[in-house]
Nanobody, 116 residues
Framework: QVQLVESGGGLVQPGGSLRLSCAAS????????MGWYRQAPGKQREVVAT???????NYARSVKGRFTISRPNAENTVYLQMNGLKPEDTAIYYC??????????WGQGTQVTVSS
């Protein structure tokens, strides 16, 4: 099993910034991709950004140009730098990881609230 531990959520004013972090525990599995999803009240969980072990990134259209995902040295830690935050970014943000064997894991979630 892999455990994902997130940190960095909180309350921020519109236009502000937050940085989310997610660290994966050591395990037998080699992690291939890591990323962030979010779920707002009354909505389905949606992908925010992902990064593979090769460094390929993918962003939701709604966050492109404002959010940056990084995974230094392809290790098992992933960051999400969120700039220019908007009220519609308010959600619980979940860290995600998978292996090349098809296993996947989720973090417990961290709340991000954008409000004045």
């Amino acid at each position: 099993q892999v455990q994902l531990v997130e940190s960095g959520g909180g309350l921020v004013q519109p236009g502000g910034s937050l940085r989310l972090s997610c660290a994966a525990s050591r395990s037998f599995f080699t992690i291939y991709a890591m990323g962030w999803y979010r779920q707002a009240p009354g909505k389905q969980r949606e992908v925010v950004a992902t990064v593979t072990s090769g460094g390929a990134t993918n962003y939701a259209r709604s966050v492109k140009g404002r959010f940056t995902i990084s995974r230094p040295n392809a290790e098992n830690t992933v960051y999400l730098q969120m700039n220019g935050l908007k009220p519609e970014d308010t959600a619980i943000y979940y860290c995600y990881a998978n292996s090349s064997y098809g296993n996947s894991w989720w973090g417990q979630g961290t709340q991000v609230t954008v409000s004045s």
